[in-house]
């Protein structure tokens, strides 16, 4: 491969994922989470797709179909990016505030699917030549970047929810939003390989819904107060 066309590959790879973590940082803009911080989990993403490539190939022998292989596949990558964010950000004295969890994960996964697009896309080049590789690159910006937002920030707001509970209370809520990340994200790889191409947009657009959702959910994050708190009215934020 040559220099060319790995920068496209690079390009077409990092830079969506770069403006959508500028577009999903714009939701914490009372208290901004460090510059550096937000690089190191990005970084921290992309570092998580270099386990989960071998991860991946060591469980493909032990699936009996393609459907469990995904969800294997989605199990590794949604405990990885959780792994990432408790390294890098959990322990830090910047995570002081509920929706921070949120935000961190966004980071994580945004750097997970940066790496994991350029792969992709630099195959697709080298196999497809520029302009194939181009579409194929679009589909996943929308797609599986995503599908791996969504499905991680789901873990970060239910930690932002339970932020001022108890131990038992956060982990609980970490346990079934993982399973729930895990079933979305396995369900959207399930999914595009088995409609048509024509209808790849039909999945598409519930991962728009859920990014809708996922908005909503900032929202509720952005209101949680410790319990002797008084309510305050975050519409303006």
Known sequence: MDATTFAYALMAGIVPSLVWLFFWTREDERQPEPRALLAACFLGGMAAVAVAIPAEKAVAGLATDQATLYIFWAAIEEALKFAAVALIALRSRWYDEPIDAMIYFVAVSLG??????????????????????????????????????????????????????????????????????????????????SVASGDALKVFAWVWAAIVILIVLFEEVKAVRPADAPAINTSRI
């Open 112 to 193: 997970f699917a940066a790496l994991e697009n350029t792969l992709f896309i630099m195959g697709t080049l080298s196999d497809s030549g520029l302009a194939s590789g181009l579409v194929d690159g679009n589909m996943r910006y929308f797609g599986a970047t995503l599908v791996h937002v969504f499905s991680s920030a789901l873990v970060g707001f239910a930690l932002g929810m339970t932020f001022y509970r108890g131990w038992l209370a956060r982990i609980g809520a970490v346990v079934a939003a993982l399973a729930a990340a895990i079933a979305a994200h396995a369900a959207f790889n399930i999914g595009i390989v």
